[in-house]
């Protein structure tokens, strides 16, 4: 990737995409931003609105697209997929998903890309599997935003219970970005003391925590049931996720990342810690969990493998 030109295509540009093309908007990230989605007009008509924003924040070439202009993007983002509606878990959309994305996958590599994928849509971790599969590319050059939404909701929670900046707590949701995901308590940190520790301090019993964790996890059902959908939070995450990729920070973030014996796992993509740099992911933290944190790892990679191995079966009948 060229340090003074860098490219980012979006594919989908529904309520995800499009907070994401702002958030790019306004940290001056990248010189040139393609949208691609099956409802054209829309593309051209956010390309037109986002490009005002250049004038106050830093300039860049914003216009509606298709798959061909991957063929030199350093960052192929995709949000493309059937939304979660009320009542839905993120496992219902898989079927649906699955087609749309070998709809996506196939001609981007086709154009001649050869950059990074970074997933959003929904299963995240089946459909970042997927598109590995799909793209026949290296593991770490496809990265999903795994737990980074999550990640982020726990940290928010926890500091509005401890009166601190979340930005402060160092603590991550594992697992499936959906109903089997869990937060490694028993490892975060607050200032480098454990977080279990902090919180008895202030009063916070065991309970509380269990209850701020399930809240965690169950936020997005309470933000579709109020607002039709979520966006602005992982948008925030997936720009974060695009900017340690452009400044090659080799940042540790929570990300979708492909495991290679880590928790004891292979063959997956799952949330955990990773390093991510101009190369993709550089790495995954192995957080040290407990043993009873090893058996929810353990059982949320179970279900993700399962319905992945259905959900791909089903697309290839």
Not at 34 to 40: L, P, Q, R, S
Not at 43 to 67: H, I
Request: with cysteine; charged share 25%.
């Amino acid at each position: 990737m060229s340090k003074f030109h860098q490219k980012v295509v979006l594919v989908g540009d529904g309520a995800v995409g499009s907070a994401y093309a702002f958030s790019l908007m306004q940290q001056g990230l990248a010189e040139e931003l393609v949208i691609v989605d099956v409802i054209k007009e829309r593309t051209r008509g956010d390309a037109l609105d986002l490009e005002d924003a250049q004038v106050f924040t830093a300039p860049k070439k914003v216009y509606s697209g298709d798959y061909s202009d991957a063929k030199d993007a350093d960052l192929v983002v995709i949000t493309a997929g059937a939304p979660q509606k009320p009542g839905e878990t993120r496992l219902d959309l898989v079927d649906k998903n699955l087609k749309i994305l070998s709809s996506i996958v196939k001609p981007v590599v086709d154009s001649g890309f050869d950059g990074i994928f970074l997933v959003a849509a929904n299963p995240v971790d089946i459909l970042t599997y997927a598109t590995w599969k799909f793209s026949g590319f290296p593991k770490n050059r496809v990265i999903g935003s795994g737990t980074s939404l999550d990640t982020s909701r726990l940290r928010v929670a926890l500091g509005k219970k401890l009166n601190l900046d979340p930005r402060s707590i160092d603590g991550y949701i594992l697992g499936e970005h959906g109903d089997t995901e869990f937060a490694a308590y028993d490892e975060a940190t607050v200032g480098a003391k454990p977080l279990r520790q902090v919180a008895e301090e202030h009063g916070i019993t065991d309970a509380e925590l269990a209850e701020i964790e399930d809240q965690t996890m169950h936020k997005a059902y309470e933000i579709i049931n109020t607002k039709g959908a979520t966006y602005y939070g992982v948008a925030t995450c997936l720009m974060r996720i695009t900017k340690a990729i452009f400044r090659d920070e080799n940042a540790i973030l929570p990300v979708g990342a492909a495991l290679d014996g880590e928790y004891g796992l292979d063959d997956i993509f799952i949330g955990t810690p990773g390093i991510i740099n101009a190369t993709g992911l550089a790495g995954v933290i192995e957080v040290p969990l407990s043993e009873t944190e090893k058996a929810k790892m353990k059982a949320s990679a179970e279900t993700l493998k399962k319905v992945t191995q259905e959900g791909l079966a089903a697309l290839n009948q």
